[in-house]
């Protein structure tokens, strides 16, 4: 018996999960699971790749467990976009697609010649897990892991018995790894029905969810819709962070709003699984890493890790981020202090030249950010005949200002803080900025 599902059974009566206010115990989850494999997977077979394409549901969710233990590969897809989903199809060398529909699985098959990776993989008998990158600037990455692997470092938690909302993406490593925490305690999840900043405080309020799982933006994006002040949330204890830098500016604005409530940085990334860290503090911005699964190190200022759970490869990019002896370099750009705790300071592809000065954009918007009459900012390079490139900043008003003085109050405040380069030398005033779906800012390059 696979022990992961097993354990699903264990704590019978205990709610599992509440989607659209409907509640469904772990029992209930378990007898699914069997159902679809008694029923669904005869026409399944275990060497499949198989699409899901859903977001989360007691459905979706049965099925991606009741895959795992039929070894298949599986392919979460959230996206509504019909051109995205069938590049994803293409990609991930999908031979099996299921779609839910009024709590309904329709299946439908496609040829396809699998890729040596898929087959490799097929042959140790694991089940795995293909993910892509957001590709905010680039074609997205299909990456494969070794589901077995992932699920492994869940086993053997204490069971605990409390509600947590469950807002990262399906198609995220942060959503499946937050997914399987849940399951793997015995926690009770609660899926928000859409993913706005109203409706995830009411659910907060109903159901006295204690651990959130954001991102900075999203919970910026909090802030400034005021959501936080039409309800009680006074239930939370513990508001975890990541997949984006947090501007030191921002988790002072949200300590100062949520006072009794502790903040966690996570991080990890798609390659590499996400990480056991701790915060130096809930008003810090650096964190030690601490998981027995992973090593990190830190070269020219970049890190890079090796862990028990990275991917085997990508199937449609080159390993180029990976070093010979398998350490996976992520692109970000850290601080250290010599008792172990790093601090995430940008990316390097992120960096702008200024006439042969190096500038990170998280530090100039956390300084603007401090700026009153500011409620959001994104900055990033814009070409200059002179210097290269010069710093230019998107931000966003609580209140009407005057162009030029608002130009004027950023440039005095910025030059109290930063060397004369950093400082944005082109302001546009803008009614909101953009975001992914994984609730990431999308900097302009």
Same mark, same amino acid.
Request: aromatic content about 8%; some cysteine; hydrophobic content about 40%.
């Given at each position: 018996?696979?022990?992961?599902?097993?354990?699903?059974?264990?704590?019978?009566?205990?709610?599992?999960?509440?989607?659209?206010?409907?509640?469904?115990?772990?029992?209930?989850?378990?007898?699914?699971?069997?159902?679809?494999?008694?029923?669904?997977?005869?026409?399944?077979?275990?060497?499949?790749?198989?699409?899901?394409?859903?977001?989360?549901?007691?459905?979706?969710?049965?099925?991606?467990?009741?895959?795992?233990?039929?070894?298949?590969?599986?392919?979460?897809?959230?996206?509504?976009?019909?051109?995205?989903?069938?590049?994803?199809?293409?990609?991930?060398?999908?031979?099996?697609?299921?779609?839910?529909?009024?709590?309904?699985?329709?299946?439908?098959?496609?040829?396809?010649?699998?890729?040596? =990776?898929? *087959?490799?993989?097929? #042959?140790? @008998?694991?089940?795995? !897990?293909? &993910?892509?990158?957001? /590709? %905010?600037? +680039?074609? $997205?990455?299909?990456?494969?892991?070794?589901?077995?692997?992932?699920?492994?470092?869940?086993?053997?938690?204490?069971?605990?018995?409390?509600?947590?909302?469950?807002?990262?993406?399906?198609?995220?490593?942060?959503?499946?790894?937050?997914?399987?925490?849940?399951?793997?305690?015995?926690?009770?999840?609660?899926?928000?029905?859409?993913?706005?900043?109203?409706?995830?405080?009411?659910?907060?309020?109903?159901?006295?969810?204690?651990?959130?799982?954001?991102?900075?933006?999203?919970?910026?994006?909090?802030? =400034?819709? *005021?959501?936080?002040? #039409?309800? @009680?949330?006074?239930? !939370?204890? &513990?508001?975890?962070? /990541? %997949?984006? +830098?947090? $501007?030191?500016?921002?988790?002072?604005?949200?300590?100062?709003?949520?006072?009794?409530?502790?903040?966690?940085?996570?991080?990890?990334?798609?390659?590499?699984?996400?990480?056991?860290?701790?915060?130096?503090?809930?008003?810090?911005?650096?964190?030690?890493?601490?998981?027995?699964?992973?090593?990190?190190?830190?070269?020219?200022?970049?890190?890079?890790?090796?862990?028990?759970?990275?991917?085997?490869?990508?199937?449609?990019?080159?390993?180029?981020?990976?070093?010979?002896?398998?350490?996976?370099?992520?692109?970000?750009?850290?601080?250290?202090?010599? @008792?172990?705790?790093?601090?995430?300071?940008?990316?390097?592809?992120?960096?702008?030249?200024?006439?042969?000065?190096?500038?990170?954009?998280?530090?100039?918007?956390?300084?603007?950010?401090?700026?009153?009459?500011?409620?959001?900012?994104?900055?990033?390079?814009?070409?200059?005949?002179?210097?290269?490139?010069?710093?230019?900043?998107?931000?966003?008003?609580?209140?009407?200002?005057?162009?030029?003085?608002?130009?004027?109050?950023?440039?005095?405040?910025?030059?109290?803080?930063?060397?004369?380069?950093?400082?944005?030398?082109?302001?546009?005033?803008?009614?909101?900025?953009?975001?992914?779906?994984?609730?990431?800012?999308?900097?302009?390059?």
């Amino acid at each position: 018996m696979n022990p992961f599902i097993t354990r699903l059974n264990y704590f019978d009566t205990k709610i599992a999960i509440i989607h659209n206010g409907v509640a469904f115990t772990y029992k209930e989850l378990y007898e699914k699971i069997q159902t679809i494999k008694k029923e669904l997977l005869v026409s399944i077979d275990s060497k499949d790749v198989a699409s899901i394409v859903s977001d989360y549901s007691f459905e979706s969710i049965a099925l991606f467990l009741a895959l795992y233990e039929n070894k298949n590969i599986i392919v979460p897809i959230t996206t509504n976009i019909e051109e995205s989903i069938n590049s994803m199809f293409e990609e991930s060398f999908t031979n099996k697609i299921i779609y839910i529909t009024d709590a309904q699985y329709i299946i439908k098959s496609r040829d396809v010649q699998h890729h040596t =990776m898929i *087959q490799n993989l097929q #042959k140790t @008998d694991n089940a795995g !897990l293909i &993910l892509f990158s957001s /590709g %905010t600037t +680039s074609k $997205p990455k299909a990456m494969v892991h070794n589901l077995d692997n992932l699920i492994d470092h869940h086993l053997d938690k204490k069971e605990k018995s409390i509600n947590m909302l469950l807002f990262l993406m399906f198609d995220h490593i942060g959503g499946i790894n937050t997914l399987l925490n849940i399951l793997s305690i015995g926690a009770t999840m609660i899926i928000p029905s859409t993913r706005n900043a109203d409706d995830v405080c009411r659910l907060i309020e109903e159901y006295k969810i204690k651990i959130l799982p954001y991102s900075p933006t999203f919970l910026n994006l909090i802030l =400034m819709s *005021q959501a936080d002040k #039409k309800y @009680d949330l006074s239930s !939370l204890r &513990l508001i975890t962070y /990541g %997949t984006e +830098s947090m $501007p030191e500016s921002l988790l002072k604005r949200l300590k100062e709003r949520f006072s009794k409530t502790k903040f966690l940085q996570t991080f990890g990334t798609s390659e590499t699984g996400i990480a056991n860290t701790v915060s130096k503090s809930s008003n810090s911005t650096y964190m030690k890493i601490v998981d027995e699964d992973l090593e990190y190190k830190i070269v020219d200022n970049e890190l890079w890790l090796k862990s028990k759970t990275q991917v085997l490869g990508y199937l449609n990019a080159s390993m180029e981020q990976f070093t010979d002896d398998e350490w996976f370099k992520t692109g970000d750009l850290v601080e250290f202090t010599e @008792d172990g705790y790093i601090k995430i300071i940008g990316r390097n592809k992120e960096l702008i030249n200024v006439g042969g000065e190096k500038v990170l954009p998280n530090e100039v918007e956390s300084v603007i950010l401090e700026i009153d009459g500011i409620e959001d900012v994104i900055v990033y390079a814009q070409p200059n005949a002179i210097t290269g490139q010069s710093v230019v900043c998107d931000v966003v008003l609580t209140q009407e200002i005057e162009k030029k003085a608002l130009k004027k109050l950023l440039r005095k405040h910025c030059l109290s803080k930063l060397a004369s380069y950093k400082v944005p030398t082109k302001v546009n005033t803008l009614e909101s900025l953009d975001f992914n779906d994984r609730f990431k800012k999308i900097r302009k390059r």
